[in-house]
């Protein structure tokens, strides 16, 4: 009997070693943390240039201002570009010519956005209200979201998608959807390899999560 249980105990850590490991991603395939639901890859890229713009919609300003200065900030650390935070007018039939090459962060319950969306296969259906949608490709780079949370989750997401190209950013074309499984969020950061100012911004996401989350 002790015997058998020697084996089985040998046996199911081995299980637990296997299931640790680290398993190789496929070429191509984007590290975010936390990772989202549905990720969908395709050729090209965004390019953030001197002349891009931080849009945000007319009558979130206040509550989405946040999110834009933080992903400014992230933008501005690794090129040293300093995109400007400009108002959007939403629910207008045709896409405007300033948000083509520039950053939209959007509301869902703008219809010309989520008409967009739903034309590149990304449904705003069950996302709830800290979920989002995150779509790039080489003139279009949307984060949208039902709250002002879920449009702060999506920017974090955006972040880590940005890499460096000569002295400029790109965003791999990508549509991703994205919700939580648990009410409750975080931010993990690691806080010795920051400078001074990204330590202050993590501050400010986490200030952020835990007033949102009281509301």
Aim: glycine share 6%.
């Amino acid at each position: 009997m002790k015997k058998h249980y020697a084996l089985f105990f040998y046996g199911f850590l081995l299980l637990i070693r296997a299931g640790s490991a680290e398993t190789p991603r496929p070429e191509g395939q984007l590290k975010l943390i936390p990772a989202p639901k549905e990720v969908s890859i395709q050729p090209g890229s965004f390019r953030v240039r001197p002349s891009t713009r931080i849009l945000v919609e007319f009558g979130h300003q206040a509550e989405d201002r946040i999110a834009a200065e933080t992903l400014a900030e992230e933008i501005r650390d690794q090129t040293g570009l300093k995109l400007s935070i400009t108002g959007a007018k939403p629910d207008s039939r045709h896409e405007s010519r300033e948000e083509v090459r520039n950053i939209v962060l959007a509301r869902l319950q703008d219809r010309k956005v989520r008409n967009f969306l739903a034309s590149k296969g990304l449904k705003a259906d069950s996302i709830g209200t800290q979920g989002y949608l995150l779509f790039s490709d080489k003139s279009h780079l949307i984060v949208a979201a039902n709250t002002g949370q879920g449009l702060f989750y999506g920017v974090q997401t955006l972040r880590q998608l940005l890499r460096p190209q000569g002295r400029t950013l790109i965003c791999p074309a990508v549509s991703i959807r994205d919700w939580p499984s648990m009410e409750w969020r975080g931010v993990q950061d690691d806080i010795p390899a920051r400078t001074p100012r990204s330590v202050l911004r993590a501050l400010r996401a986490s200030r952020f999560i835990s007033l949102s989350s009281c509301l």
